[in-house]
């Protein structure tokens, strides 16, 4: 209801996709501690020079730090004879280190995430815009083109709003209490059975 007086008020939001892509977004991932269950933060290692491409982001060497427990871990690319085995984007954990991404919450029968605050606020720009546009680019590459259907529906506009103003609160927040429900491990996927029972993993 609220939305459609801010329609009315404010006339049609536009959005107009550029076509940028989900690795532009992966430059810093916020995910729970395997330490202490709090969020830490998935960067290039800071040592290495700042990556040419952006696909270099897949490549190049992580560093996974916690502010709160202070610990540190180093990723780096699979090697497969000269190739180097890049990270594959597009799921609700983080593709380096395997962790739950700090940024999940349940969202109409799904799992609404994130991998950073510029992230959910590029998806709200989208979500909240009700004239779509296109840009001239392939959809294949682009992160907007490629969201899920249920996340375009103009009937779940406002519970996904909602869901991405909680992730844009949990992005600000740290402390294992402030975890949320759906950030544990295979929080995020369907699960046609149970087999997360059996996992090494404190959180
Ligand atoms: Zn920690």
Not at 137 to 151: D, G, Q
Request: aromatic content about 6%; some cysteine.
């Amino acid at each position: 209801m609220g939305d459609e007086r801010g329609e009315r008020a404010e006339g049609p939001r536009r959005h107009r996709d550029l076509g940028g892509a989900l690795t532009a977004f992966a430059d810093r991932l916020l995910v729970v501690c395997p330490g202490c269950g709090g969020r830490a933060v998935v960067v290039p290692r800071p040592d290495l020079p700042a990556p040419r491409y952006g696909s270099e982001l897949l490549f190049m060497p992580r560093r996974l730090a916690c502010g709160g427990c202070g610990l540190v871990r180093e990723w780096n690319a699979e090697r497969k004879g000269t190739a180097l085995v890049g990270a594959v984007l597009g799921e609700s954990d983080d593709p380096f280190f395997g962790r739950p991404l700090w940024l999940r919450t349940p969202c109409v029968g799904h799992v609404l995430w994130a991998y950073n605050a510029a992230h959910v606020e590029a998806l709200a720009a989208y979500v909240g815009a009700t004239m779509r546009e296109r840009g001239p680019f392939s959809p294949t590459s682009s992160m907007i083109a490629r969201l899920p259907e249920w996340m375009k529906r103009g009937r779940h506009r406002a519970p996904v709003l909602a869901g991405l103003a909680t992730l844009a609160e949990l992005a600000e927040h740290s402390s294992p209490a402030d975890r949320s429900p759906a950030a544990h491990p295979d929080g995020g996927r369907p699960r046609p059975h149970d087999a997360r029972l059996f996992t090494s993993e404190p959180w």
